[in-house]
């Protein structure tokens, strides 16, 4: 157990003020070593008072990012929703498709401190970094066929955006198909994964991943995303950030989740669409096209006016947008 954890423990554990001399004794540790674990705790959002002579006592913990602090902001019908927090994973979203396996029920939250193989589409990785982002995977077990199992992801696009703008007062918007864009730069991306039950062709479970970058980190980027990727903040996000950004998505996306046949959540997409009346350079096969998106129709799928004029509309993955240039257009609204 780490001395944070140690020190934490105590503080719990006692109705009174626990001097650092004490706690340095029963750890084994200088009062130095205690004092940064309280700076630590303090940092974390834990209400630790000092008082001359007595020593420090845990107040609060009502700005700590817990299971217990998240479920305190859903709403009265998310009683299903059950929250695991954890330090470190390789990826939520493979830890979370193994508790999938073993029959874990839907609502099963998972999210991470940090993630060491964070996924993205296409097989990609999501940076991931400690104390940077928002890291979270939902487990589902939807009655869809295969083949409806976009809605998932186009759902989360939007529940993420809106959860995004109600935090930050900022509009956020999606990149179709599910990036989610702020002041010109990608803060989130959504990764859907599934299993199809192959005797009744439906999901036997799909598994939604979630990585919101809300601080950029120390450094920056890395070269390699650098010049897409954004965070909600700079170098300070308000208290509760991450607490509230949870709440906010899981709530959000449940809502429209409860209606997905009714596709609820397409109006908002629609005219979430970062790409609309854009120009844009596409690729689908070996093929290079040009043109204007028209926006968004009924089927998630992007309706794009051709430079010959024709008008054509593509489904995901059928498509591949060609970001040189589109990225300035982006930049400059």
Not at 36 to 64: C, D, H, M, P, W
Not at 109 to 122: C, D, P, T
Not at 275 to 281: A, F, Q
Not at 286 to 295: A, N, Q, S
Request: hydrophobic letters at 40%; proline letters at 4%; charged letters at 25%.
């Amino acid at each position: 157990m780490e001395i944070r954890d140690c020190v934490l423990k105590i503080l719990r554990e006692s109705p009174e003020a626990v001097s650092g001399e004490t706690m340095a004794q029963r750890l084994g540790i200088s009062r130095s070593g205690v004092w940064k674990a309280v700076r630590k705790l303090r940092e974390e959002g834990y209400g630790i008072e000092a008082a001359t002579n007595k020593g420090y006592r845990l107040t609060s913990e009502s700005g700590v990012f817990s299971p217990e602090n998240i479920r305190r902001l859903l709403a009265p019908d998310m009683e299903g929703i059950e929250i695991d927090l954890r330090e470190e994973v390789s990826s939520t979203n493979t830890v979370l498709k193994e508790l999938a396996e073993q029959g874990r029920p839907e609502g099963l939250v998972l999210i991470a401190e940090n993630q060491v193989r964070g996924k993205g589409r296409l097989g990609r990785s999501f940076y991931s970094p400690r104390g940077s982002g928002l890291y979270m995977s939902i487990l589902l077990r939807p009655e869809l066929p295969p083949e409806d199992s976009l809605a998932i992801t186009t759902t989360a696009a939007v529940a993420v955006a809106e959860a995004v703008s109600a935090v930050t007062g900022r509009q956020a918007m999606i990149k179709w198909v599910n990036d989610v864009y702020l002041s010109g730069r990608k803060i989130c991306g959504i990764l859907t994964e599934a299993a199809i039950d192959f005797e009744s062709r439906r999901l036997d479970y799909a598994v939604l991943g979630i990585g919101v970058n809300i601080l950029e980190p120390p450094g920056g980027f890395p070269p390699e995303i650098a010049e897409v990727a954004g965070a909600l903040y700079k170098e300070e996000a308000p208290a509760q950030t991450r607490t509230r950004l949870a709440a906010e998505i899981l709530n959000r996306f449940f809502a429209f989740y409860r209606a997905l046949p009714e596709h609820s959540y397409m109006g908002a997409y629609k005219k979430l669409s970062l790409l609309t009346g854009r120009e844009i350079t596409f690729q689908q096969g070996r093929e290079t096209w040009e043109g204007t998106v028209l926006g968004i129709d009924d089927e998630a799928r992007l309706v794009v006016r051709l430079d010959s004029g024709e008008e054509r509309a593509f489904g995901a993955g059928e498509v591949t947008i060609v970001k040189k240039g589109l990225l300035e257009q982006i930049r400059g609204t």
